[in-house]
């Protein structure tokens, strides 16, 4: 009898367990900003670091977009780079010369047909003034935890 | 035998019991996540739009260059080194003593300081602001970015070589950068660029003067780029300080200025998206009219 309780209780443990592994890889995808950006910078070489973002990504029933304007200076030389590696869900990552409501705007850059697994990615850029980064969220299920990227910037 | 099986029990019931309580504390981890998840959102809420909705919403997030890009830029365009241009020593004093923007500000007018004396091999001078810098830091919570890595021992040694002294510049905004956002703190960085960006321009406006290099005009003009792109940062951070609001009507006041150049307005009546400082013929009076106001500015700011 007490054979079988603690065998019940053991199959009890196990589901137990297992619930809670489920639980803990449900929580936050990882987010260590400083090992991403420290992947990020290995990437910017030979480039000098000048700046970078670290940007917190839910995800919702609808598709959302995030830009971020940088401004550059038209005689020098830059690399832009983004790390997805803590995104439990893949965005598309896209580079523009103007803003997203400049009807003259055009694609620089785009992670849109890039490897599903790919998760760095690097864009050199010269003779602009600005760049505009669009962050483009699929839609999805908003109870999916959201996660973050980093994007660098470094100059020659 | 059954006095085993009751410790297995008694053991299983344990296990049972630490996962129950293990489920109970991530579940209530799962909560402090959504607070801090719900910061995080707060943060970035403004700058979220879904794609239907694009004329009403504040979409956009405002990237700022490094005090030292600012400064390597201005090099290149030929500005010279002038002694007693930059922001003095002993003002360090007023600004610990002074509020969190005095102190942010008064800091980042260092380090375009520092990074003018290093991009002109003052090398005893580059030491001062550098110590000063380090100094300043510490009363903003930045001392891990100035102080570790071995980073006072390496600009000491390396101070004669332009590069390594770049790079450990480069490293130190970095660990800089880091430190802000794990701490929630990136409108400090606004603010320090803020005050890092007018004392540049402080510096390229007043060896203008003195030189009158076209290539130096310019590059001024082409910084108004920037410009734009402090005053958003600021708006959106206008809450966190009274004096961020005061910073942010001198940023627009020194923008109506350069928005009410004769060739500013011209180009941007045909393309208001993209000005080529190439093609702007800026007047003395206009440019005079730019230096006053960026030295009014300045010298505020220094005040503390």
Same mark, same amino acid.
């Given at each position: 009898m007490d054979k079988m309780i603690f065998t019940k209780l053991l199959k009890l443990t196990t589901v137990f367990a297992l619930l809670f592994s489920v639980f803990a890889f449900q929580g936050d995808a990882p987010c260590d900003a400083k090992a991403l950006k420290d992947k990020a910078k290995k990437q910017l070489e030979p480039y000098t670091y000048d700046m970078s973002k670290l940007t917190h990504i839910t995800y919702k029933p609808q598709a959302w977009l995030k830009e971020i304007e940088v401004p550059l200076f038209i005689g020098e030389k830059y690399r832009l780079v983004f790390n997805?590696?803590?995104?439990p869900k893949q965005i598309v990552i896209s580079i523009y010369n103007r803003d997203k409501d400049s009807k003259k705007r055009k694609l620089l850059?785009?992670?849109?047909?890039? *490897?599903? +697994?790919?998760?760095e990615f690097a864009f050199d850029i010269a003779m602009a003034r600005k760049a505009f980064i669009d962050y483009e969220m699929p *839609?999805? +299920?908003?109870t999916i935890d959201g996660g973050c990227l980093v994007f660098m910037m470094g100059y020659k | 035998m059954k006095i085993n099986l009751g410790m297995k029990k008694i053991s299983s019931y344990s296990v049972l019991f630490g996962f129950g309580a293990l489920l109970l504390i991530t579940s209530c981890g799962g909560g402090t996540g959504e607070v801090e998840k719900k910061d995080e959102i707060k943060d970035t809420v403004v700058a979220e739009m879904p794609?239907?909705?694009?004329?009403?919403?504040?979409?956009n997030l405002y990237a700022l260059p490094s005090p030292m890009q600012i400064a390597t830029i201005l090099k290149k365009a030929g500005l010279k080194y002038y002694t007693?241009?930059?922001?003095?020593?002993?003002?360090a004093d007023k600004y610990k003593a002074g509020n969190l923007v005095a102190k942010t500000l008064g800091l980042g007018t260092y380090l375009s300081d520092l990074s003018y004396c290093i991009l002109n091999r003052q090398n005893q001078e580059s030491k001062n602001y550098f110590k000063t810098c380090s100094q300043l830091s510490e009363s903003i919570g930045l001392a891990k970015a100035f102080q570790d890595n071995n980073v006072p021992k390496r600009m000491e040694k390396n101070m004669t070589n332009g590069d390594s002294v770049s790079k450990i510049l480069s490293e130190i905004q970095m660990e800089s950068d880091n430190v802000l956002e794990e701490n929630k703190q990136s409108y400090i960085s606004v603010i320090a660029f803020t005050g890092a960006w007018i004392e540049s321009m402080y510096i390229g406006t007043q060896v203008h003067i003195k030189e009158k290099n076209a290539n130096v005009t310019t590059n001024i003009v082409e910084q108004m780029g920037i410009a734009e792109n402090i005053i958003k940062a600021l708006e959106v951070n206008k809450?966190?300080?009274a004096d961020v609001t005061v910073l942010l009507q001198d940023m627009n006041a020194l923008n109506d200025i350069y928005n009410n150049f004769k060739s500013v307005k011209e180009i941007k009546a045909t393309d208001p998206d993209v000005i080529d400082p190439a093609k702007l013929t800026i007047s003395v009076a206009e440019l005079d009219g730019f230096t006053k106001k960026v030295e009014e500015i300045r010298n505020r700011i220094i005040k503390g």
């Open positions: 997805t590696e803590a995104l850059f785009t992670t849109k047909d890039a *490897a599903a +697994d790919k998760r *839609a999805g +299920d908003s | 794609k239907a909705s694009s004329e009403s919403d504040e979409a007693g241009l930059t922001n003095p020593l002993d003002n809450s966190k300080d």
